[in-house]
């Protein structure tokens, strides 16, 4: 119950962050791109990485509750589908 929460919130922001005006903070973060080369050895986790994982699982929630981000500026049906979405099944 409490991962289909967040879930949904997730998307809730998400449809939020697709909403806003160009130039963004919120979007800017998201279409980020670092271009650094990094040293040899395992890598440190970032948090560039630990966001772009999570916008990953964003946009597959989104695929599976069949979301768009044409939908996002029709914020009542973007609610809708994320309120009533089954995100459980995994």
Do not use: F
């Amino acid at each position: 119950m409490i991962i289909h929460k967040m879930r949904v919130a997730r998307l809730r922001w998400y449809g939020h962050v697709l909403r806003r005006e160009g130039g963004s903070v919120a979007e800017t973060a998201l279409t980020l791109e670092v271009k650094v080369i990094r040293p040899r050895g395992r890598p440190e986790t970032r948090l560039l990485d630990s966001v772009n994982s999570r916008i990953d699982s964003v946009k597959s929630d989104m695929t599976e509750v069949q979301l768009t981000a044409g939908y996002a500026n029709g914020w009542n049906k973007w609610w809708r589908r994320c309120s009533t979405a089954n995100l459980d099944k995994r």
